[in-house]
């Protein structure tokens, strides 16, 4: 399989109006190798939200120094282990705020970030099929302790990095290299 980087700056002016904010990016990436890297990375030793940002770093090759993994790290097994909302949906959320987030008060492309964060949410309450985000309820048939969580937790890492990829290049009309390839 070929992964072609191709970098580019991108004009985020069409999600922040009055203000440009250029970022350089991939824009032919594989959907389907970050997922499988996000699930790799998790298997490896990252919890699930870092998982999922590293994921995205490094295969939209952003240039973003490695402490933005780093600031995922909170968020794992519902954010400090308290078991609340699903950690790789956390990352997912801190990686589309990445490329749709704001870094100015009274900028409109909060909005947006909005939008595509409850897509993600909204996904992931139906592709996990139990109907909920809350970490407590996606692993309660399981034995922490004793790690039986963590294929089904790897498995929703790579669901929440694939659909933050597709939305990621649905928005910014970039080039998913898998539907390229040959059969």
Do not use: W
């Not at 699930?48 to 770093?57: L, T």
């Amino acid at each position: 399989m070929l992964f072609i980087n191709i970098n580019y700056n991108l004009n985020f002016s069409d999600y922040c109006e009055g203000e440009e904010t250029i970022m350089k990016y991939n824009n032919e990436v594989s959907i389907s190798k970050i997922k499988k890297d996000a699930e790799d990375l998790f298997r490896g030793g990252f919890f699930c939200s870092e998982a999922v940002v590293s994921s995205v770093r490094t295969n939209f090759d952003l240039d973003l120094p490695e402490e933005i993994i780093a600031m995922a790290s909170s968020f794992p097994i519902g954010i400090g282990r308290s078991k609340c909302v699903c950690g790789a949906v956390s990352g997912g959320a801190m990686a589309l705020g990445i490329f749709f987030g704001r870094t100015k008060q009274g900028d409109p492309k909060v909005e947006k970030n909005l939008e595509v964060a409850k897509e993600l949410h909204d996904y992931f309450k139906v592709a996990n099929g139990k109907n909920v985000l809350c970490c407590r309820i996606l692993t309660q048939e399981f034995d922490m302790g004793k790690g039986e969580h963590k294929e089904q937790c790897i498995k929703f890492t790579g669901l929440v990095a694939e659909k933050v990829a597709q939305i990621i290049a649905r928005e910014f009309n970039l080039t998913n290299i898998d539907e390229k390839l040959p059969v």
